[in-house]
Structure formats: structure tokens, C-alpha cells
């Protein structure tokens, strides 16, 4: 067996780093899906939601990579996260919080120049307030609620908040949004409720351009774009929305380095609680990564990882700084102590193990652990 010619990248580097888990993120993969997204949604803009460190993947990278693809427009949830990623872009690009504008955060939020998504007249009252107490005139996004009951204006705030734009100035208001609950499901009936209702309002706000698509949004046409489009998976090379984002390219790849190898006899307990027994001679390889690292606990004996496209599955519990695979399907000596498998990558994509935990690509992304050497291509 020729070990270094089958030596990924990752392995290669593992020599220099000496880390027990890779994690590769492709920048140019982020900016390729952005343009293409781009592309897909002009002549309006695309935004890049960037919330949660960029999905897990680090904005202070991600972020101006996607400003050198054009990017001018990002979306975070939080306030502290739009006080980081300010700084780091040009002045020319516009920071959002979606979350709304915290109690407390109005002149920070004013003088950093960060632009508050307002969800309620109670937002919108204190950001007029700071507006004419500094004199002078605070941009603003309003959102609406048009069924998803998360955030947003409520329908009945709406009329109030018609006449109140009829008479203020102190508040611009850039554009108007609302966020769909179904927009991965193209069949999904709730968009077509939604964008019903995102039209009777735009028909009361039409001074306003509206913003309503998330990545799956995008893919749900034109009808849905408005005038900026709010892409976060999609950029991340996550979305498999309908088999239409096929032109999205894999950004992460992770691989975690075995840290001991053994044989066991049958009816050998495997992992906490011995939840597994063997039921024959198996060899084991035990990963250096476990629910700390990201890896759900509930892929205990339903996911798997891969070496060379060979699928090796987890057995028993996963530990929280480790976990253990059946590698009998490999010849003996295969892996040692540091050999990598790949857990992500081109074998097991990140929706395909999604999958195996039960749970979305989103929640996979922003649980990937901080121990991992992370590299940017
Ligand atoms: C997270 C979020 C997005 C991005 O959603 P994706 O499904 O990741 O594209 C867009 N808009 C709002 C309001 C969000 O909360």
C-alpha cells in the first residue's frame, strides 16, 4: 500500500499542523456559489447572510472574500456581530441586523453606521428617537411577518405604520422584507400564501423595493426576488433545493485523524453504555472528533465516515472528544495512528450527513467545533 500517494491534502499538511482533525474551507467555492447566485437573481442584488460567524465558517473571512466578488450587502443576526464584521468591509457595503435593534444598542448601532432590521413600532419608535436626538436621518430595513411568526410586523402594525411613514423623514427605510418558512419545499403551499401576502403589502408600502428570498427563495423564481435576495446556505454550497442548486459547489471538507486502532472477539462492548456489541471479530479505529467537535451524538451506530470511498460505519455512542468505526471493511493496517477519514468531503457531502443525524446542513455548519486546523483555500 503506497501511503503517500494516497496522502490527501489535508494529510499532507497534518505533518506540519499536528492537529487531530482538518477543516478545509474553500473560499473560492463561497465566491464561485455567491456569483452564481448573483448571476442567477440580476440585475437586482444579492445579498450574503453571514449570521452565526458565517455559518460556522468564519466572517472574518468569509465576508470580504465576498465583498471581492461583488458583495455588497450582509446580513447578520445579531448587533455584536455586525460590530465585528463592520470594520472589516469597505464603506461602500451595508451591515443588517436581522434580530432587530437591541434596547441599549441605538447610538452605537447609529454611529457605527450598522442598519437595524426593525420588526416592531417599538423598534421603529427608538430608532426615530435616536435619528432626531442626532439630528440627522438613520437608514432602516422594516421587516414584515407574512406567516411565519418569528419576527416581523404584524399585520395589524401595518396601517399604523403607513401613516407614520407619511409624516417622518427621520427614518429611511431602504427596502422591505420578510422571510419565508417553506422556501427549500418548492411545492409547499405556505409560499404561495406567503408571497400573497408579501404582495398586498408591498401594494401598501409601494414606495419601498421588497427583499423575501432566502437560497431557496432564489430558486423559487422570479416572482420572488423583489429587489435584493438574502442567500445564506446557498453560499455555503448547503442547499440541494429541488436538484435546481446543482451549479453550487462543496465548500467544507473535514477530516479527523484516527488516534488508536484494535481488534476485539465477538461480544465485545463498544463506547459508552455498551450500547454496541460485536458480533463477530471486528477491527475498530477510534476518530479523533466527537459531539464537542460536532459530530451529534446521535450518529451513534447510523452515520459513518469514509477512507478511499470505503464507508466505515460509527459504533456505539459517540464521545464528546472522540468516537469509534468499524474498519474490518479495510485491509489490516490501513489505518494508524493519524490517518485521516474523510467525514465531509466527496464521498459523504455535508447534506448527506445532515441526513444521517436527523437534522439540516445549517445545523451540521454552525456546530463545527473550534479544535479542528482550520484551512482557507
Ligand atoms: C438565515 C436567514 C436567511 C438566509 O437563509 P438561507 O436559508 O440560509 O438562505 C435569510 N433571511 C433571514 C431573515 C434569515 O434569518
Excluded at 461602500?92 to 450598522?114: F, K, R, T
Aim: charged share 20%.
Amino acid at each position: 500500500m503506497d501511503g503517500v500517494a494516497r496522502m490527501s491534502p489535508a494529510q499532507a499538511r497534518q505533518r506540519q499542523a499536528g492537529a487531530t482533525g482538518y477543516l478545509t474551507i474553500d473560499l473560492v467555492a463561497i465566491s464561485r456559489n455567491y456569483e452564481a447566485i448573483a448571476a442567477a437573481v440580476a440585475p437586482i442584488k444579492a445579498a450574503a447572510v453571514v449570521k452565526a460567524d458565517a455559518y460556522g465558517l468564519g466572517a472574518d473571512r468569509v465576508a470580504p472574500a465576498l465583498y471581492r466578488s461583488g458583495c455588497r450587502d450582509f446580513f447578520v443576526a445579531q448587533f455584536g456581530e455586525a460590530e465585528n464584521l463592520r470594520p472589516q468591509l469597505e464603506a461602500d457595503s451595508h451591515v443588517y441586523v436581522l434580530n432587530g435593534l437591541q434596547p441599549g444598542a441605538e447610538i452605537a448601532c447609529a454611529e457605527a453606521g450598522i442598519i437595524p432590521v426593525l420588526n416592531s413600532m417599538e423598534q421603529y419608535e427608538r430608532w426615530k428617537s435616536t435619528a432626531l436626538a442626532q439630528g440627522c436621518v438613520l437608514p432602516a430595513v422594516l421587516q414584515f411577518d407574512t406567516g411565519m411568526s418569528r419576527l416581523g410586523i404584524p399585520p395589524e402594525d401595518r396601517a399604523a405604520f403607513a401613516t407614520e411613514l407619511a409624516h417622518t423623514s427621520a427614518v429611511e427605510i431602504l427596502f422591505i422584507m420578510s422571510h419565508l418558512a417553506s422556501a427549500d419545499e418548492p411545492d409547499n403551499g405556505q409560499n404561495t400564501q406567503q408571497l400573497a401576502e408579501m404582495r398586498k403589502i408591498a401594494a401598501e408600502f409601494p414606495q419601498f423595493g421588497v427583499s423575501f428570498a432566502n437560497s431557496g427563495g432564489v430558486f423559487l423564481g422570479l416572482d420572488y426576488h423583489g429587489v435584493l435576495t438574502r442567500a445564506g446556505i446557498a453560499v455555503y454550497g448547503g442547499a440541494q433545493t429541488a436538484g435546481k442548486s446543482n451549479f453550487l459547489r462543496p465548500v467544507v471538507r473535514l477530516e479527523v485523524a484516527v488516534v488508536q486502532t484494535r481488534t476485539v472477539p465477538p461480544g465485545t462492548l463498544i463506547g459508552y453504555g455498551g450500547t454496541h456489541a460485536a458480533r463477530s471479530e471486528m477491527r475498530l479505529a477510534t476518530l479523533a472528533a466527537g459531539y464537542a467537535d460536532g459530530l451529534p451524538r446521535c450518529l451513534g451506530d447510523r452515520g459513518a465516515v469514509y477512507y478511499d470511498g470505503v464507508r466505515l460505519p460509527i459504533v456505539g455512542r459517540v464521545s464528546m472528544d472522540s468516537a469509534t468505526i468499524d474498519i474490518t471493511a479495510l485491509p489490516p493496517g490501513t489505518l494508524t495512528f493519524g490517518s485521516l477519514v474523510e467525514v465531509i468531503g466527496p464521498h459523504q457531502t455535508l447534506e448527506n450527513l445532515a441526513k444521517s443525524a436527523g437534522t439540516i446542513s445549517y445545523e451540521i455548519l454552525t456546530g463545527l467545533g473550534h479544535r479542528y486546523h482550520r484551512d482557507y483555500l
